[in-house]
């Protein structure tokens, strides 16, 4: 069974930069979508990002785009979210997930995904 832990979440100022890590294990990445999400406290969990690992294509919510950067080492079988000019309202609890069997114009709905991270806490706050 496939397995995703994410790592680099921590406490940035405003306007720094993080970079998140998805690492995958049991099963290669590759023809998987794998998506990013976040949920903060009293809010649903939302859509950040998500990539094909087969073909690459990239999709951004209107809250990371310019800012947020997804890609994918599928020598690594790890996925990366690069998040810069952090904003305080992008603190969150912050989720990789990833599927196989999803249509990819989907990716930014949590419920089509399976395989999920424990998630990791990112806090923008001076």
């Known amino acids: 069974q496939l397995q995703l832990v994410e790592s680099g979440g921590g406490v940035v100022q405003p306007g720094g930069s993080l970079r998140l890590s998805c690492a995958a294990s049991?099963?290669?990445?590759?023809?998987?979508?794998i998506g990013w999400f976040r949920q903060a406290p009293g809010k649903e969990r939302e859509g950040v990002s998500c990539?094909?690992?087969?073909?690459?294509?990239?999709n951004y919510a209107d809250s990371g785009q310019g800012r947020f950067t997804i890609s994918s080492d599928n020598a690594k079988n790890v996925v990366y979210l690069q998040m810069n000019s952090l904003k305080p309202e992008d603190t969150a609890v912050y989720y990789c997930a990833a599927d196989r069997g999803i249509l990819f114009s989907l990716c930014v709905l949590s419920n089509e995904y399976y395989y999920w991270g424990q998630g990791i806490q990112v806090t923008v706050s001076s």
């Open positions: 990539i094909s690992t087969r073909g690459g294509t990239t």
């Open positions: 049991g099963v290669s990445l590759r023809n998987y979508a």
